[in-house]
């Protein structure tokens, strides 16, 4: 029989104590529940604290994080052999090292931004253009406020004057007037200068910056507060760009909505409320390094689980309700939403990567969570599911509700 040791209670105040192993089982999933309604659900940190906390107990190994950390293997706990690669089976030999938090390779401001040439404009062309409106835009941008335009704002200003542009040489061109031809190129020079302004809002903007690298509040299975907006919102930002790059000419439609302050503002908002690529990473990365930490020990650990014949045993039977109370109905969840939104947002990150107009550094950050960190804690977590599969087919159990 297994000692009472390796079961924990949730409810410590119950005035029954419940018996057998499911009910145990049970009656902590229900005081989970209860928490979880009143403040919440628990951080991803906080199910792997529980998950391997419970693991640790049943198999009477220091499986947790700080254990770990603090030299388990110096002491004795763990015998080096446990540690060693060759000691794993070949489906747990997946990447073993920590990979980063979002929030420490985001490139510095200086490495991000675009210097965007102003038009050289003489008093004698500034006075030929007063009959249009371009006169008034030139005029705008040359005030304290214009010189001192958020990412967004100059990116409103050059959509508008581009089309100021594109208005005033073709009358300047109908009364056969000279300056026309100067216009014109001013108009080409803004048209190529475009891509760096919009570059500028997707890499130096306050909001971007947010929703790229400070996650706030960790990933949710459900109920991500504008995660899917937030999908919405970064493709109409980088439609802002695609039009003008494939067209080569101002598109009207794309125009009003960049020109509208409270459209752009907004998808803005959206991306840094909820933050979900920096959500993402985030996730991806605490699962990564703690399961190919847990990885490590708990493969040697569950091999010395003996199951006589195929015939399981009472600590596996629970070990197999910790792997689904846990694992299958808390961890997995979780994966499920956050590779979800990896794929809808994997186009965009593959345009982004091809995009010349974004800086090598600004595309590195995003190459790092979302490719090389993805594809390793991919490999993590395919490394912990067939640990449980090789486990659970040797003990004749499957991964069923208890």
């Known amino acids: 029989m297994i000692d009472s040791k390796y079961l924990y209670v949730a409810n410590r105040y119950a005035a029954n104590v419940i018996v057998g192993k499911t009910m145990r089982l049970v009656s902590v999933v229900m005081a989970v529940s209860l928490l979880q309604g009143c403040f919440g659900a628990p951080s991803i940190d906080d199910t792997m604290d529980e998950y391997t906390a419970r693991l640790s107990r049943v198999l009477d190994k220091p499986l947790t994080q700080e254990a770990l950390s603090q030299g388990a293997l110096s002491q004795g706990a763990l015998s080096q052999e446990t540690f060693s690669q060759e000691a794993l089976p070949d489906s747990t030999l997946a990447a073993t090292s920590n990979i980063a938090l979002p929030s420490h390779t985001y490139p510095t401001l200086a490495e991000l931004g675009n210097n965007v040439t102003p038009l050289n404009i003489n008093i004698r062309e500034f006075y030929a253009i007063q009959d249009c409106e371009l006169g008034r835009i030139v005029a705008e941008r040359n005030t304290a406020l214009g010189k001192t335009q958020l990412p967004s704002q100059r990116l409103q200003y050059e959509h508008r004057l581009l089309n100021v542009l594109a208005n005033c040489e073709a009358r300047l061109q109908a009364a056969d007037n000279p300056i026309a031809s100067t216009v014109a190129a001013w108009r080409k020079q803004k048209q190529v200068q475009y891509q760096s302004v919009w570059a500028n809002v997707v890499q130096t903007s306050t909001e971007m910056k947010l929703g790229l690298s400070m996650a706030g509040s960790p990933l949710q299975a459900s109920e991500n507060k504008d995660a899917k907006a937030t999908v919405n919102a970064l493709n109409f930002i980088n439609g802002l760009a695609e039009t003008l790059k494939q067209k080569n000419a101002v598109d009207t439609n794309v125009e009003a909505s960049a020109n509208n302050n409270g459209e752009l503002e907004q998808q803005l908002q959206i991306i840094a409320s909820s933050r979900l690529p920096a959500k993402l990473w985030q996730t991806q990365a605490v699962l990564n390094n703690r399961l190919a930490l847990l ?108």
């Open 295 to 402: 990885n490590q020990v708990l493969a040697p650990a569950l091999n010395n689980v003996k199951c006589e014949n195929g015939i399981d045993s009472d600590k596996a039977t629970i070990l197999r309700n910790v792997f689904y109370l846990y694992f299958i109905e808390e961890i997995q969840p979780i994966a499920s939403t956050l590779n979800s939104y990896h794929y809808q947002l994997q186009p965009l990150w593959e345009q982004w990567a091809g995009n010349t107009a974004l800086n090598a550094p600004f595309k590195a950050h995003i190459r790092t969570h979302a490719v090389d960190n993805f594809t390793q804690y991919s490999a993590t977590m395919k490394a912990h599911v067939t640990l449980w599969q090789n486990f659970l087919g040797r003990c004749n159990l499957s991964p069923t509700a208890p």
